[in-house]
Nanobody
Framework: DVQLQAYGGGFAQAGGFLRLSCAAAGFTFDDHAVGWFRQAPGREREGVSCISSRDGSIYYADSVKGRFTISSDNAKNTVYLQMDSLKPEDTAVYHC?????????????????WGQGTQVTVSS
């Protein structure tokens, strides 16, 4: 079975940090784009960051640029999202997803596999 598991969420104070991990089972991230998305209550799911194993390209949403860092560990088949200088508006459920055979992509419809979400809550 193909599975993605996102974990590492929790509580943080504004200005603090958390690191999310996205681990794959049943496939490797080779020739995939892995993206992080978030959804806050009453809001649409939005793309936060994406990394492509095809060409190493990286995307960040303007709202997290300079604060979040995406990286991958191919040996562990895991993608990380380091979230620094957290803000209350970063509070959301964060999901990771994988798209096959593409570079960086933000379109939710392009993703083939989705992990369950992990809650991130940032207090002011």
């Amino acid at each position: 079975d193909v599975q993605l598991q996102a974990y590492g969420g929790g509580f943080a104070q504004a200005g603090g940090f958390l690191r999310l991990s996205c681990a794959a089972a049943g496939f490797t991230f080779d020739d995939h784009a892995v993206g992080w998305f978030r959804q806050a209550p009453g809001r649409e799911r939005e793309g936060v960051s994406c990394i492509s194993s095809r060409d190493g390209s990286i995307y960040y949403a303007d709202s997290v640029k300079g604060r979040f860092t995406i990286s991958s560990d191919n040996a562990k088949n895991t993608v990380y999202l380091q979230m620094d200088s957290l803000k209350p508006e970063d509070t959301a459920v964060y999901h990771c997803a994988a798209a096959t055979g593409v570079g960086v992509v933000v379109d939710i419809g392009a993703y083939d596999y989705w992990g369950q979400g992990t809650q991130v809550t940032v207090s002011s």
